[in-house]
Each structure stands twice: as structure tokens, then as C-alpha cells.
């Protein structure tokens, strides 16, 4: 089946490289310039190349725009000089455009949104449809290409590729910044899907982490000045230890570079695996590195998903299901047995709230996911394919006879099909070819209920799932004493900050979250009042807690503790808070805004409207989409 997403001939033409040449505009906010493609011809008789658009404003060429789907864009059709046949390489296309401000590809942040107040900023999303909205493209994670870039602005540019030209020592520093000028050079010699092109221009500077000795690639992060010692400090022990331990397990690292850039709160997600440099989000800064899992999920991407890659959205739990698998595995190594199974414990939490959120919509709780033509895939966007798929795998894992037996297979998948886009029925092949010489492996792989993991829908699993209980313990008991406490005056308990002194910040979640599940009545207002204080819950710094304590107040909609704490929930999310910061990333503004709503109609639309500019464009489609769809102003 073709890309249900895409409108270009990709089947008959495909694009192998792209040289960019485009100029960045902070005042017109606009990226213009060309660029060219360089295509493969894969069928006799070919006499056009089709492209995917989308709020591009397309010059230079002659061409024919079709009609705009509301998802897929416009069509762009390109007539060549004459037809052409299988085989022939090095077609030329040249496009000029410009990408202006209605790009949803693209955020353009004013000063004030940024962290030093001083300079605008430029960031892309291209994932999982919106390179089109960027460039000119074959867009679809079927076609890889390699890319190069010359890009000039008056703030320093990166891109999801190797830096050519200038040197990090030439870039533009205090009061050089945004004063005159400069081209950058990029070059990306590894094919990559369309959804990984990559741009971010600001006042950014870098530093280097410490990479072990021998290794090859380089390592560090990109941050604004006032953020890039505490984000060393965050990442710097972690990133390059967890992406040497992923080269044992899988193949060496090719993409020569990994870096972070840390961006602006608006930023939609906690990270994009952009090649050579991963986008994450400030929240990940807590001063004590337990958010930095993140970072091991982006760097297991470089070989499931940026090496593998889904053939098209329907397969996407191929990516995401895969590196949250690997993610975990290396929880097992680096750690323990009991930091695996505990990371998949939060990760069920997530699951089974957003397989209820679908319960209506049930086509989106299936792995595989058959999307019509011009369906879109941010409709089905949730945690799903990561951790239903997770969950798949690990059951694999463990039917198979475990990580002995498993990881073998994990090392030969990896390298069969690094640099390869693929379906879902690929990789079963290719599973039971590996196993086809061992006569209870494939008695195992035939019992497996397949089509119930693929296309089952529902609020459970095919099969029960049990995880390594032993980190969950004290969240759990904790979590107990709170429930019993309930008929007890406030003034009477004996709760205290150190109940939480042998907790790491996950463990916290566990407990919070744990409150919010079937087996407990919700919390009266003067117990979540006491909740909030004593543990600085409605306080804290870290995004992954407040937003718990939020869902905890908020879990009954018309309750006291509900109706005073949206407004809370409401100024935190937006940054009318003590932070200033807007939660731009959809796992935290998402569910406050559907907790807000059920909560206060009002204030839920009266914040939102008043603040919609300051979030992403992808993150604006669905907030005003999932699960708030009587939003008429939305």
C-alpha cells in the first residue's frame, strides 16, 4: 500500500538528495531561497515529478498546484524536459519558494519566549507530516534522502546534520549575536525520512560532553547561554555513557554527531530525534537527571527509526514501540531488573488513560493502524504505538525464552535493515526467518496472537502483562496511607516531607498516579490542600510531578478540590504561574486542558484563547482536537 499521507509520485520517482539554499527573515518571518532535487527514476515512461506542499508560497518552476487537502496540502507537479526510464539517476528539479509564518512545519518565537528575552527564535517540527510545510518534498518516511544546506541568518543556525562551515569557534557570541549575517553549511551524507529535516536558528551557543575514549562520534549540547551549564549538568553523564551501552547491544553509532539542543518551553514534545541533533524540552532540567530517560529514548532512535524506519504512519509503532523497548532493555543493563519493569509500570499508566481516551474512537487503540487517504496521522497520536508496542515486544522477548535468547535476534533485525523503510509484515517475516532453524521458537512464534496485538482494540492487552513490582512498593503504601486517611482532620495526620526521603522523582509519579486509579475514592479538597503543601507538590519544578498533583486535585470534575484548583491548573500550564513558563509540550498542556474543561467550561476556552499563540501549531490541532471536541471556539 502507498503512503496514505502523501500525494507524490514517490513509487515512480524518487528523490535521493536535496541541496537547500535559503535565507531566514526574523522581521518578515519568512525562510526563502530553492532548492534541488536530485531523483532516481524507478518506472519507464515517467514525464513528472509530484511533490507535497503545504503553506509554501512556490516560485521558480514550472508547475501545476492541485487542489489543498486539508491534511495532505497541495500537490505539486513538476513537468520534465521529456520522459525518462527506469534506472536513470541524477534528474535534476529546482524549486524557489519561501516558507512563511503559516507553516506548521515552523514556530516563530518572539523574545519574550525565549529564555534570554534578547532574540527572536526559529524552530522546525517535521514530524510526522510537515516537511512538506518546510520544503518541497517527497514526503513520506518511504523515500530516505541525504541532504545539504547552506542556510544564512543573523542568529546561528543548526540542522539535523554535520556542520560544515563555520566552526562552533566563529559563531557569533555576546554582542556579535544578530548583528550581521552569516551562511552555515550542513551536510547530512546519511539518508534520513523527510520527518527528520531538521532547523532551529537563536541565540545559541554549545559544550561539549565528555564521550568516552575511542569512541568516534562527538557529543554535547546547544542551549541558550543562560541554560547551557544546567543542561550540561543534566545530560552530560548520561548521553554519551547510554550511546556507547546502545552500540553493544545493536550496531555502532553513524550519524558522526549527537547533540541536544535544548529549546524553548513551546516546543511540543519532551524530544525529536532529529539526526546529529536531538530536539528536548526544558522541562527535562530538573537538577537531578531523573527526566533524562528522555534523552536514552531519542538516542534509541538512531537505529529504530532513523535507521529502521516505519514504511508509512500506519506502521509507526515500528519506531516508537521498538526504541521504548531498547530504552527499557538498557534500564535493565546500566541499572537493574527493577528499573526496567518499573518504567514500563508508568509507561501502563499512560497506556491504559489513553486507551481509554479512544474508547470511542477504537480504530486509533490497534497497533497497525489502516488510515484512509489524507487521514490524519496526528489524530491517532498518543502513547499507544510506544507502549502497547513495548509491551509487544516485551512479550516476544519472553515467550522466546528472554533476553539471552532475544537480544541475538535484536542485534541481526538491526542490521538487516539499518537504512531501510519497512512495513510491519517485513519485520514478522523476518522474525520468523530468524527463527525458522529452532523448532520451539517457531512453535512459540505461531501461538502468538498476532492479529489481536496488531489490530485488537480495547481497554486491556491480548495477554496480562506483569512487570517487576519492586520500586512501586513504597509509592504504593504511601499511596495507601493517603486513602485511609481521608475520614481524618487534617490537623491530625502524620504525614511529613520525609515520607518521601528513599523516593527518586519516578517513584513519586508512581504514587501520584496511583491515587488516580480505580482502586481509591478521590482525595477531598483538604487532603489534596495538604497534599500539595507538605510535599511542595503545587510547587515543585519538576513538570512531570506538578502534572500529577494537577491530575490528582482534578480527577473528579465537580468536586471542591476540582473547581478550586483549575484555575491553578490553568495559570501553571500557560505560565501565569511563579515558573512564567508555558508548558508547551502536549503530554503536559493536553491533559490539563481537558482536566480544566471538565472542571470549568469557561476558564478552559477564556485560557486557552488568551494564550493559543504561545503553543505550537501541531500542539494547538490537538488540544483543539483530542478529547475537547465541543470546543466550538477551539
Not at 554527531?257 to 519532551?270: H, K, R
Not at 512459540?444 to 502483562?465: A, K, M, N, Q
Not at 486513602?483 to 518521601?500: C, N, Q
Not at 491515587?515 to 513538570?543: C, E, M, R, W
Request: aromatic share 12%.
Amino acid at each position: 500500500m502507498s503512503d496514505p499521507t502523501s500525494q507524490s509520485n514517490y513509487a515512480e520517482i524518487a528523490t535521493t538528495d536535496l541541496e537547500l539554499n535559503w535565507k531566514i527573515d526574523f522581521r518578515e518571518k519568512k525562510i526563502s531561497g530553492y532548492v534541488v532535487h536530485i531523483l532516481q527514476v524507478l518506472k519507464d515512461g515517467v514525464d513528472n515529478v509530484v511533490f507535497d506542499t503545504s503553506d509554501l508560497e512556490i516560485g521558480g518552476a514550472e508547475f501545476s498546484a492541485g487542489d489543498v487537502h486539508v491534511v495532505m496540502g497541495s500537490a505539486l507537479r513538476i513537468t520534465l524536459p521529456k520522459p525518462v526510464d527506469a534506472g536513470t539517476e541524477g534528474v535534476r528539479v529546482k524549486v524557489s519558494y519561501s516558507a512563511t509564518a503559516a507553516s506548521k512545519a515552523l514556530q516563530w518565537l518572539d523574545p519574550q519566549q525565549t529564555q534570554g528575552k534578547e532574540y527572536p527564535y526559529l524552530f522546525s517540527q517535521c514530524q510526522p507530516i510537515y516537511a512538506r510545510a518546510l520544503v518541497p518534498i517527497q514526503d513520506t518516511p518511504s523515500v530516505k534522502i541525504r541532504y545539504t544546506a547552506q542556510v544564512t541568518s543573523v542568529l546561528p543556525v543548526l540542522m539535523s546534520a554535520i556542520r560544515v562551515f563555520p566552526p562552533v569557534e566563529q559563531f557569533p557570541r555576546g554582542e556579535e549575536i544578530g548583528k550581521k549575517e552569516i551562511t552555515y553549511g550542513y551536510k547530512q551524507p546519511i539518508s534520513i525520512p523527510s520527518y527528520l529535516l531538521a532547523i532551529a536558528s537563536g541565540n545559541v551557543v554549545y559544550r561539549a560532553f565528555e564521550v568516552p575514549q575511542g569512541k568516534t562520534w562527538t557529543s554535547g549540547v546547544w542551549a541558550e547561554p543562560q541554560l547551557v551549564g544546567a543542561a550540561w549538568q543534566e545530560f552530560n553523564e548520561d548521553t554519551p555513557k547510554f550511546l556507547a551501552a546502545e552500540e553493544t547491544l545493536t550496531t555502532d553509532y553513524k550519524f558522526g554527531v549527537y547533540d541536544l539542543l535544548v529549546l524553548p518551553p513551546a516546543f511540543p514534545y519532551g524530544g525529536m530525534e532529529n539526526a546529529c541533533l536531538t530536539f528536548v524540552t526544558p522541562t527535562l532540567l530538573t537538577g537531578d537527571r531523573t527526566l533524562v530517560d528522555v534523552v536514552v529514548h531519542e538516542i534509541t532512535h538512531s537505529w529504530f527509526g532513523n535507521g529502521i524506519t516505519q514504511a508509512n504512519a500506519s506502521h509507526f509503532w515500528l519506531n516508537e514501540g521498538w526504541t521504548t523497548y531498547i530504552e527499557r532493555v538498557l534500564q535493565q543493563i546500566l541499572h537493574t531488573a527493577a528499573h526496567r519493569g518499573f518504567s514500563f509500570l508508568i509507561g501502563r499508566k499512560m497506556l491504559d488513560d489513553d486507551l481509554e481516551l479512544y474508547k470511542d474512537r477504537p480504530k486509533y487503540q490497534r497497533l497497525q493502524i489502516d488510515f484512509e487517504k489524507g487521514e490524519d496521522p496526528d489524530d491517532a497520536y498518543s502513547s499507544v504505538p510506544y507502549e502497547k508496542g513495548a509491551n509487544f515486544i516485551l512479550h516476544l522477548e519472553r515467550a522466546l525464552g528472554g533476553l539471552d535468547i532475544f537480544l541475538p535476534y535484536v542485534k541481526h533485525y538491526v542490521e538487516t535493515f539499518i537504512g531501510q523503510s519497512i512495513t510491519t509484515q517485513q519485520w514478522k517475516d523476518d522474525l520468523f526467518a530468524y527463527f525458522s532453524d529452532q523448532a520451539e521458537a517457531t512453535k512459540v512464534l505461531h501461538e502468538i496472537s498476532w492479529d489481536e496485538w496488531f489490530f485488537g482494540e480495547g481497554l486491556t492487552l491480548p495477554v496480562p502483562i506483569e512487570y517487576d513490582m519492586t520500586l512501586a512498593f513504597e509509592s504504593y503504601a504511601l499511596a495507601q496511607r493517603w486513602d485511609k486517611s481521608r475520614a481524618t482532620e487534617v490537623s491530625k495526620l502524620d504525614f511529613g516531607p520525609s515520607d518521601l526521603n528513599n523516593m527518586d522523582a519516578n517513584q513519586i509519579i508512581v504514587f501520584l498516579e496511583r491515587l488516580q486509579s480505580d482502586l481509591f475514592q478521590p482525595l477531598p479538597k483538604t487532603h489534596v490542600d495538604h497534599l500539595g503543601a507538605i510535599y511542595a507538590f503545587s510547587t515543585t519544578n519538576n513538570a512531570e510531578i506538578r502534572l500529577r498533583f494537577y491530575q490528582v486535585a482534578l480527577l473528579k470534575p465537580d468536586s471542591d478540590a476540582a473547581q478550586a484548583y483549575a484555575q491553578e491548573a490553568a495559570d501553571w500550564v500557560v505560565g501565569n504561574d511563579e515558573t512564567g513558563v508555558v508548558k508547551g509540550r502536549m503530554k503536559f498542556c493536553r491533559p490539563i486542558f481537558r482536566a480544566v474543561y471538565a472542571a470549568n467550561r469557561t476558564l478552559a476556552i477564556e485560557t486557552y484563547e488568551e494564550h493559543k499563540n504561545e503553543f505550537h501549531p501541531i500542539a494547538r490541532d490537538l488540544i483543539e482536537k483530542v478529547g475537547v471536541d465541543s470546543y466550538q471556539s477551539l
